[in-house]
């Protein structure tokens, strides 16, 4: 009864100026509940359109009204292992200065950052982005094109890119803005997912697997106008110095700075790490730029 009922106020919905998203709900907790009634052995059998046999899931089309559509489809995800660099930024000091200032500022800072991200996906080529509320997050999957290698000079380009706007943009702001961007990157084996849900427009791949956990974790590490690296991205820049740091431009030479003993004490704290990226991570910092930025990226 109660699936029928939900089907007769879709019907009408649009004369009563129902929100469609509303049945969206209903309809997935009632999926969700049948599937559990499926697994204690109870049999239910789904009434008009929505009597379906023994299928385990239902697609439901909502745009502009239009009815409820019963499938056959399993609810499936597709998996895949791939090697990817892993790039989070997060505004550091956001809350503290969010509190004290107006909401049409922090959607202006919130809308640069978007902005932001935008032009590092046009410019920087990553295959996947996400918005963080006041962070974001940037993946690289590597091929026989884009190396390893290669996405990880577009992550470290784009962090640059990152810090190097924000720091104009507060000396240019009208406004107070945050402290600044820290900025964790990490490489490593992750798995591809390609979900398949009852809404066809969710379904977007995503990635999962340890370079995430320890990317964020590495951004956690990074203050303002930090840039933090794993283990694994450090040994990568060891065995070819040059194509990533430029010792021989002044203008743009990076270099690889140890962290400090409070830095290595919060490692050893944060959970889900590797040991070698607890003791062996490090900065990446900017010797000409960073006097300039006015911090050095430790904590």
């Known amino acids: 009864m109660m699936v029928a009922g939900i089907l007769e106020y879709q019907q009408d919905a649009p004369s009563r100026g129902r929100n469609p998203m509303m049945i969206l709900r209903a309809a997935a907790f009632l999926s969700m509940k049948w599937r559990c009634l499926r697994r204690l052995g109870c049999s239910m059998r789904l009434p ?3 009597c379906m046999g023994t299928c385990r899931s239902f697609q439901a089309v909502y745009i502009k009204g239009r009815q409820l559509v ?9 998996g895949s292992p791939c090697t990817v660099v892993v790039m989070y930024g997060d505004l550091r000091g956001f809350s503290v200065w969010a509190n004290a200032e107006t909401a049409e500022v922090v959607a202006n800072v919130l809308q640069e950052q978007c902005e932001r991200v935008l032009q590092i996906v046009n410019d920087h080529h990553p295959h996947f982005y996400k918005f963080l509320g006041d ?12 190396t390893v290698q290669v996405c990880l000079r577009h992550a470290i380009d784009a962090a640059y890119y990152l810090h190097n706007h924000f720091h104009h943009a507060q000396i240019d702001g009208r406004n107070r803005l945050p ?3 820290g900025v964790g ?3 490593g084996s992750a798995t591809k997912v390609q979900p398949e849900t ?3 427009e969710f379904n977007e791949i995503d990635f999962a697997g340890y370079p995430l956990n320890c990317g964020a974790r590495m951004q956690t590490l990074a203050g303002a106008y930090g840039v933090t690296l794993c283990s694994t991205v450090v040994a990568i820049i060891e065995e070819d110095r040059d194509a990533f740091l430029y010792p021989g431009d002044p203008a743009f030479a990076r270099k690889l700075t140890a962290p400090t003993a409070a830095a290595l004490q919060k490692a050893a704290l944060l959970r889900g790490l590797h040991p070698a ?3 062996r991570f490090q900065y990446m910092t900017w010797p000409r730029h960073n006097p300039r930025w006015g911090a050095n990226g430790f904590l």
Do not use: C, H, N, P
């Open 48 to 50: 008009g359109k929505i």
């Open 70 to 78: 019963a499938t056959s489809k399993r609810s499936i995800a597709q």
């Open 135 to 146: 962070g974001f997050l940037l993946v690289w999957e590597s091929d026989e094109e884009m």
């Open 179 to 181: 402290l600044g961007y």
């Open 185 to 187: 990157i990490s490489v």
């Open 198 to 200: 009852v809404i066809a």
């Open 277 to 279: 990226d607890q003791s």
